[in-house]
Each structure stands twice: as C-alpha cells, then as structure tokens.
C-alpha cells in the first residue's frame, strides 16, 4: 500500500470521529465527510447502528418581531396556515418570510408556542432566560440580572450527540458587556454560558492556531497565509490518492475554499476589530453587525463540516439589541433609531417618550434583515454535501426571539422559524400552528429529532421544567 492510500485508510480508521490532517505545530485543519473515508477492508462489516450525525443552531433576535398585536397588522407571518411553496410566499411581499421563499420546501414555520413562566422585573431578561430552556425564572438575582433555572437545548444536545460531549459553539453579535449582553446558553441552573464574539478568536481555537506564535496568525490574518498551507504536504498527499471519488474532490475544494473566504473575510475586518476590541465598539453601530453575524455563520458550517461541534447558537445582539442599522433599500440607507427604541415605537428604553414615526414597518424591515441572515445561514449549510445530503438535510437550523411581539413584550405567540428536517424526521415546506402549547414540546421534538434518547430508549418528552406538560408537537413531525 503506497503512502497516499495508507493517509486516507488511516483517515478512514476514524470516520464518525473529528478528522484531522495537521501542520505546524498544533495546526490541525478539519476535513468534511469524503466517500474515501467510508470505504472499509472487504473483510470489514459496518459498524452496527452506525448513523448520520445531526446538527442543530438556534440563531436568537431580540426585540420581537412585527407581528399582528396591539392593534398593529400582521407584518410576519404567512396568510394562511398549510403547504408553503416558493410561488405562495413570494406572492405576499408585505410580509417577513418572504425573504425566505428560495428555501420554502425545506421549511418549517411554527406559530402558537409561548414561555410558560412570567419575567422578574425585566421582559427582555426573562424572555432570555426562558428561550431555550424552557426553566423558570430566578427569584434572586432577578430583574436584568435574573437568570435561568435549568439548562438550554443546545447544552443537552451537545452533551449527548457532541464528539467528545464537548460544549457547543457558542456566539454572539455584539458587546458581551453592558445592560443584558449575554442571554442565551445555560450550562444548568444560573448557570449562563459565556459567548464568544470575536470570529478569529473562534476560528483560531477551532484550528489550533491558538497554540501558534502571533507571527504566524498575522500571517494568515493579512492573507499571506491560509491554514491550508500549513498542511499542505498531507493534503496534496490526500489529493492525488485514488481513492478519492470526483464528489470527494468536489467537497475538498468547496470546504478549502470555505476556509479561505473565512480567512479573507476576517482579514478584511479584524484589523479594525482588533484595535477597537470588539466590546469597546459602539453597541449601536450597526456596521459590524451583518458581518461578524454572517462570520459566525460561516464558522457554524465549518465547525459542523468538520465535525468540531454538532450544536451551535448565536445570539444577534444585546438581550435589549440597541443597534442602528442601515438598510441599503429602505429610506435610502438612513441610519435608523435604535432598534430597542423602534420595538417600543417610541424614542425612549421605558414607558413614554415621544412616537417614532414608521416604527412599525422599521420592525419590519429589520426582521426582513434578519431572515436575509438566515438564508445566508441556510445557503452555507446547504453548500457541504455528506453522505446522505447536505448539512441542511441532516440538521436543523431554528430562527427565534426571546419575545413575541416587541411592544408589549409578550412571551406569547414566540416566532420559530425551522429549516432542515434532520434526515426526514422534522416536516418541511409547512407552515402550522401549535396551539399555544409551551415551547418545551418544541425542544422535545428537537432534541428527539437530532437522536437524543432518554435514559429507557425512548425518545425525549420531558425537556425544561419539570412541572410543565409533557409532550411533543405531532404537527411538526414528518
């Protein structure tokens, strides 16, 4: 056996585990899911119940959205309850989920979940406590500084279904200091996950570069450098095996070129962002938002093409997101108020102040914003091909807020948004109403769908506060 088809054996020998091929130092570029590494000795069985691993990445808003309530029209939601197509949702161009309508067959929209537990002094707060654990609210701290009583879907995902039962991937658009910044990751009870907004940071440790001499990550930072040529010599090894199928090939050069445009995007970036340090930026600017949310993004695909984690979250600004933005086709490209002072509708944080005029189509315009960035995010998972179709079809991607609607700040009626079925086990090209069910049953079919198992076997309904209903959401399954 020549020295190329000895790598991608060895490589092989570690299918359903990272895959690695490593440089310099502790440089250790992860590869995407290649036909290679699945070919086995003829004397081999397959390994008994092997699976397709699954994905999951919950991408939070603040604020709400600008749907119907406190005698504002429906902004958001579909007309109608049923099949979504690309034709139906393109048709109703006043509405949010428009934007989505090039991926309307692997959607799943769902109406009619709440918070089941009242917010202690703050709105925003216990709605950031409450998104993804489905826990109560604590009695001390409480107001902007109470926390969660249990801990988050991602955290009981990762620690199942995670390589290693590592934590998942954990980001943030915005400063993680100040009034609310960190909301939405729980470890256990009060126990708030930390959250990473800094994507060199994130791409650093992910690589191993964090081990490296800063020479060295100046290099790749100014574009002199990519991780992929400090493994080179494996992966010029790697490519010219035999092994290798056309789509292998295919699939290395696309998750190459991914790594790249990560590297060249952060180099365009992060010069100004490592002055500043991304906390001291003005938390009402929005010029770095869509950038490092879309950064973020890229870093979710790769992490889960490379198998670094199978769970991520990002949450897209503080727990009361205050930034301005400025969207190219609206106004001309104003600036506009703050975004925390548009859900109120008012130019104030409280309960008075003078009206914003247009504040509800603002609303509108900036959830149209948001569901861009999760098309950008489907658009990246859509690009890794696995065994058994993309990162898309074998995961689940979910679009929320922390309220439902921004005015009232009501923990009724909380916007889900869900693409990928997790290989045919979620309903797509949907739109449905739970029924004002708790959000619980949502997180049990979730966390059932990406194969995660109570203790007997069977699958999860229990998740979130134990005196909540049991239960999962029937309509949502394929």
């Not at 934007?99 to 202690?120: C, I, P, R």
């Not at 933005?325 to 008075?352: C, K, N, V, W």
């Given at each position: 056996?020549?020295?190329?088809?000895?790598?991608?054996?060895?490589?092989?020998?570690?299918?359903?585990?990272?895959?690695?091929?490593?440089?310099?130092?502790?440089?250790?570029?992860?590869?995407?899911?290649?036909?290679?590494?699945?070919?086995?000795?003829?004397?081999?069985?397959?390994?008994?119940?092997?699976?397709q691993?699954?994905?999951?990445?919950?991408?939070?808003?603040?604020?709400?959205?600008?749907?119907?309530?406190n005698?504002?029209?429906?902004?958001?939601?579909?007309?109608?309850?049923?099949?979504?197509?690309?034709?139906?949702?393109?048709?109703?161009?006043?509405?949010?989920?428009?934007?989505?309508?090039?991926?309307?067959?692997?959607?799943?929209?769902?109406?009619?979940?709440?918070?089941?537990?009242?917010?202690?002094?703050?709105g925003?707060?216990?709605?950031?406590?409450?998104?993804?654990?489905?826990?109560?609210?604590?009695?001390d701290?409480?107001?902007?500084?109470?926390?969660?009583?249990?801990?988050?879907?991602?955290?009981?995902?990762?620690?199942?279904?995670?390589?290693?039962?590592?934590?998942?991937?954990?980001?943030?658009?915005?400063?993680?200091?100040?009034?609310?910044?960190?909301?939405?990751?729980?470890?256990?009870?009060?126990?708030?996950?930390?959250?990473?907004?800094?994507?060199?940071?994130?791409?650093?440790?992910?690589?191993?570069?964090?081990?490296?001499?800063?020479?060295?990550?100046?290099?790749?930072?100014?574009?002199?450098?990519?991780?992929?040529?400090?493994?080179?010599?494996?992966?010029?090894?790697?490519?010219?095996?035999?092994?290798?199928?056309?789509?292998?090939?295919?699939?290395?050069?696309?998750?190459?070129?991914?790594?790249?445009?990560?590297?060249?995007?952060?180099a365009?970036?992060l010069?100004?962002?490592?002055?500043?340090?991304?906390?001291?930026?003005?938390?009402?600017?929005?010029?770095?938002?869509?950038?490092?949310?879309?950064?973020?993004?890229?870093?979710?695909?790769?992490?889960?093409?490379?198998?670094?984690?199978?769970?991520?979250?990002?949450?897209?600004?503080?727990?009361?997101?205050?930034?301005?933005?400025?969207?190219?086709?609206?106004?001309?490209?104003?600036?506009?108020?703050?975004?925390?002072?548009?859900?109120?509708?008012?130019?104030?944080?409280?309960?008075?102040?003078?009206?914003?005029?247009?504040?509800q189509?603002?609303?509108?315009?900036?959830?149209?914003?948001?569901?861009?960035?999760?098309?950008?995010l489907?658009?990246?998972?859509?690009?890794?091909?696995?065994?058994?179709?993309?990162?898309?079809?074998?995961?689940?991607?979910?679009?929320?807020?922390?309220?439902?609607?921004?005015?009232?700040?009501?923990?009724?009626?909380?916007?889900?948004?869900?693409?990928?079925?997790?290989?045919?086990?979620?309903?797509?090209?949907?739109?449905?109403?739970?029924?004002?069910v708790?959000?619980?049953?949502?997180?049990?079919?979730?966390?059932?769908?990406?194969?995660?198992?109570?203790?007997?076997?069977?699958?999860?309904d229990?998740?979130?506060?134990?005196?909540?209903?049991?239960?999962?959401?029937a309509?949502?399954?394929?």
């Amino acid at each position: 056996m020549n020295k190329r088809d000895k790598l991608v054996q060895l490589l092989g020998s570690r299918a359903g585990r990272r895959v690695f091929l490593r440089g310099a130092g502790t440089v250790a570029l992860g590869l995407p899911f290649l036909d290679a590494f699945a070919a086995r000795p003829a004397h081999a069985a397959p390994a008994a119940g092997a699976a397709q691993p699954r994905f999951a990445v919950f991408i939070r808003q603040a604020n709400g959205v600008a749907q119907a309530g406190n005698g504002e029209p429906e902004l958001f939601w579909p007309r109608n309850l049923g099949a979504l197509t690309k034709a139906s949702m393109t048709s109703e161009s006043d509405r949010a989920v428009t934007e989505l309508a090039s991926y309307a067959d692997k959607l799943l929209l769902v109406k009619g979940t709440k918070f089941a537990f009242k917010g202690n002094g703050c709105g925003h707060s216990g709605g950031g406590n409450q998104v993804l654990t489905a826990a109560q609210v604590s009695q001390d701290p409480s107001g902007a500084a109470s926390l969660a009583m249990g801990e988050s879907v991602d955290n009981r995902m990762a620690r199942e279904i995670n390589p290693d039962k590592g934590e998942p991937l954990t980001l943030m658009t915005g400063p993680t200091q100040g009034y609310l910044p960190v909301v939405l990751s729980y470890r256990g009870p009060k126990d708030l996950r930390g959250a990473d907004n800094d994507p060199f940071a994130v791409y650093t440790r992910m690589t191993g570069l964090a081990g490296m001499g800063q020479a060295q990550i100046a290099q790749i930072a100014s574009r002199r450098k990519s991780v992929n040529d400090l493994v080179r010599g494996q992966l010029q090894t790697l490519l010219s095996s035999p092994q290798l199928s056309s789509e292998d090939h295919r699939r290395l050069d696309l998750h190459l070129s991914a790594v790249r445009d990560v590297e060249v995007k952060m180099a365009c970036v992060l010069p100004d962002m490592r002055q500043k340090e991304l906390d001291a930026i003005d938390p009402v600017d929005g010029n770095n938002y869509l950038t490092v949310t879309q950064m973020h993004m890229d870093l979710v695909a790769l992490s889960f093409a490379c198998d670094y984690s199978r769970v991520a979250t990002i949450q897209m600004g503080q727990g009361n997101d205050s930034t301005q933005f400025s969207i190219p086709s609206y106004m001309g490209g104003m600036l506009l108020p703050r975004y925390h002072q548009i859900s109120h509708r008012i130019y104030s944080d409280g309960a008075t102040g003078d009206p914003i005029a247009g504040a509800q189509d603002m609303h509108h315009q900036i959830d149209m914003l948001h569901a861009r960035l999760f098309v950008y995010l489907l658009d990246k998972l859509s690009s890794y091909s696995q065994a058994n179709g993309t990162l898309l079809d074998n995961g689940v991607a979910a679009w929320t807020n922390d309220l439902g609607h921004g005015v009232s700040h009501t923990y009724d009626n909380i916007p889900w948004v869900l693409a990928g079925s997790c290989g045919g086990y979620l309903k797509q090209g949907a739109y449905v109403d739970a029924g004002g069910v708790t959000h619980n049953k949502l997180f049990n079919t979730l966390l059932s769908a990406v194969g995660v198992r109570k203790a007997d076997g069977s699958e999860v309904d229990d998740f979130g506060d134990p005196g909540l209903a049991k239960g999962q959401i029937a309509a949502i399954k394929a």
